[in-house]
C-alpha cells in the first residue's frame, strides 16, 4: 500500500506522475487494485499487488518509469509504503 501526502500545488504533477507510471504494473505482473483521493485531493492511498517481490522490485527497478522521477520530486509529495499480507477476520 502506497500513501501519498500532498502540497496543494504538487496535485498536478503527481497526477501527471501517476498517469505516466501506473500502466508500467502490468509489465511486472502487477495491478492497481484500489485507488483512493482525498475530497480535498491533497492524499492519496493505492493497493497495489504483485505476484512476488520481485515483480515489485522489477517494478521499483524499471528504467520507464525512472524516466519520470523528476515528476515525482516535482510534486513535493511525501509518501509512506506499506507491504502488507491479507489477515485472517477475527
Same mark, same amino acid.
Given at each position: ?8 500545488? =504538487? ?17 511486472? =505482473? ?16 493505492? %493497493? ?10 522489477? *517494478? ?18 511525501? %509518501?509512506?509504503?506499506?507491504?502488507? *499480507?491479507?489477515?485472517?477476520? =477475527?
Amino acid at each position: 500500500m502506497l500513501i501519498a501526502r500532498l502540497p496543494a500545488e =504538487g496535485v498536478a504533477a503527481f497526477e501527471e506522475y501517476e498517469r505516466r507510471v501506473l500502466p508500467l504494473l502490468s509489465a511486472h =505482473g502487477g495491478r492497481l487494485v484500489r485507488r483512493l483521493r482525498s475530497t480535498d485531493r491533497l492524499a492519496e492511498v493505492h %493497493l497495489v499487488e504483485f505476484p512476488s517481490p520481485e515483480g515489485f522490485t522489477a *517494478y521499483r527497478d524499471d528504467r520507464r518509469r525512472s524516466a519520470h522521477a523528476e515528476l515525482l520530486r516535482a510534486s513535493g509529495a511525501e %509518501l509512506e509504503l506499506l507491504e502488507l *499480507y491479507d489477515a485472517a477476520p =477475527g
